[in-house]
């Protein structure tokens, strides 16, 4: 029996396709803190009662709202920990859903359960990111491709075998291989066995999840190949996650960038490359290394740590580490002012720097002069509190509270005055380079 004549081609699927594939509309995925039968308890004796339930979720997802097109592959980068992988496996409902809607061809994912959502399963297959632990190794290769199939009741043994060698030819093994174990193939072969089974029930929708991250180099462009040619011989449609700019960039049409659980920008490949709009973008594609030993420093280098998903900033999530945090319209402050006002909040913040006298401190971040009006008195107070020369500052570890109460004025007088901490950005962008959408979550672009 010859896989062509099961599996749908690309025309075939072509011709019942009209609007997007997929549609996420708002979806959330939240996770409690702790699990078990005492997850979460807290116990403080100086309270009444002195046992307490921690009720913090983690926003590993936040209302994400996402379109993918029939037969695109759809890339979704950020930094590791900013929930790729956890949307990739809500979209396929191997988490459920917090909130939101899950539309693949109308149809609401989030809605189905039981018998229809096992029906469902079999257009909407994955592709792991650990080639060796995501293969059962006490099977053979012809049964791992074959399970899927079995679970769906596809064909009979005859015709499973008969796919499942097809199968294996077409991701470039031989089909002498059906009876070896995963144990004898190398990486970027396993990879090629996780491949032939998500194909092997015939599915519309891939979420590659980090597919080539764990293999070298050369096996990661033969193996991107792979998928390039099956993505046009069988008219799939690919949402393709990963942290390298460089694998994005080969084999995306268009991009995703995600941070902290928010999608921050989306763009057709080119533009996104070409004309980023946000910083965090532009972090990102400046973290590429550069092929030239005449390059020297640090590139790209962001200010400070992700936050905690359990409390994530208002506004733009991205404002605690932003480069370009939007100075408070309460206060005339010039470019300057600003960018010397900002660095040294976060220098306070972080506690980056050691104890100096107050004359020290306006030299190291105002070059001696502080700004005017409001802002400057706000900042000399700020001063005041922390400097070793003033009635509150000291050299020793039990000046705490002073620090904090600094980084309180701050924080309280700038950061959460600025347009970034009280709205939430989302404009939608003329593009530079071709004539698909672009969003960016900036409240640059306002």
């Not at 072969?189 to 996780?194: E, L």
């Not at 409001?374 to 020793?396: N, Y």
Request: aromatic share 6%.
């Amino acid at each position: 029996m010859a896989v062509s004549s099961d599996l749908r081609t690309s025309e075939a699927r072509d011709a019942d396709r009209d609007g997007p594939l997929l549609e996420l509309e708002g979806v959330s995925k939240y996770f409690g803190q702790g699990s078990g039968l005492f997850g979460g308890l807290q116990y403080d004796p100086d309270t009444f009662p002195p046992i307490s339930v921690d009720r913090e979720r983690v926003e590993a997802v936040d209302d994400v709202s996402l379109e993918i097109q029939p037969g695109e592959t759809l890339g979704l980068v950020g930094e590791s920990g900013c929930g790729k992988s956890t949307l990739g496996r809500t979209i396929l409902r191997l988490l459920e859903p917090t909130d939101g809607e899950i539309l693949f061809r109308g149809e609401n994912l989030a809605d189905l359960s039981g018998e229809e959502l096992r029906q469902m399963r079999s257009e909407l297959q994955m592709i792991f990111q650990d080639p060796q632990s995501s293969l059962d190794p006490r099977m053979k290769v012809g049964q791992i491709i074959e399970e899927p199939m079995r679970a769906h009741g596809m064909l009979d043994d005859e015709g499973r075998e008969a796919r499942a060698k097809e199968l294996l030819e077409k991701v470039g093994l031989d089909p002498r291989h059906y009876n070896r174990y995963p144990h004898a193939f190398s990486g970027g072969q396993r990879q090629r066995i996780n491949l032939a089974r998500a194909l092997s029930v015939d599915p519309e929708f891939v979420v590659c999840d980090e597919p080539v991250s764990a293999l070298d180099v050369s096996i990661q462009a033969q193996v991107l190949n792979t998928m390039e040619r099956l993505q046009e011989e069988f008219g799939l449609t690919y949402l393709f996650i990963a942290h390298d700019l460089s694998v994005i960039r080969h084999i995306s049409d268009r991009v995703a960038v995600m941070y902290l659980g928010h999608i921050v920008e989306v763009a057709e490949k080119e533009e996104l490359f070409e004309n980023p709009q946000h910083p965090y973008t532009k972090a990102l594609l400046e973290s590429i290394p550069v092929p030239d030993p005449r390059e020297s420093g640090a590139r790209g280098v962001l200010e400070g740590e992700v936050p905690s998903p359990t409390e994530p900033p208002s506004g733009c999530r991205f404002r605690t580490r932003c480069p370009e945090l939007i100075a408070p319209e309460a206060y005339d402050l010039t470019e300057a002012e600003w960018s010397h006002t900002r660095a040294f909040m976060r220098a306070v913040k972080r506690r980056t720097f050691e104890p100096m006298s107050a004359a020290e401190l306006r030299r190291e971040f105002f070059g001696g002069d502080l700004p005017g009006g409001e802002a400057g008195e706000i900042v000399a107070d700020a001063i005041d509190m922390i400097a070793t020369d003033s009635d509150h500052g000291g050299e020793s570890a039990d000046d705490r509270s002073d620090w904090t109460a600094a980084t309180d004025l701050l924080l309280e007088s700038f950061a959460e005055r600025s347009i970034c901490a009280r709205e939430r950005p989302a404009y939608d962008l003329e593009p530079v380079h071709g004539s698909g959408a672009h969003f960016a979550a900036c409240h640059r672009r306002r």
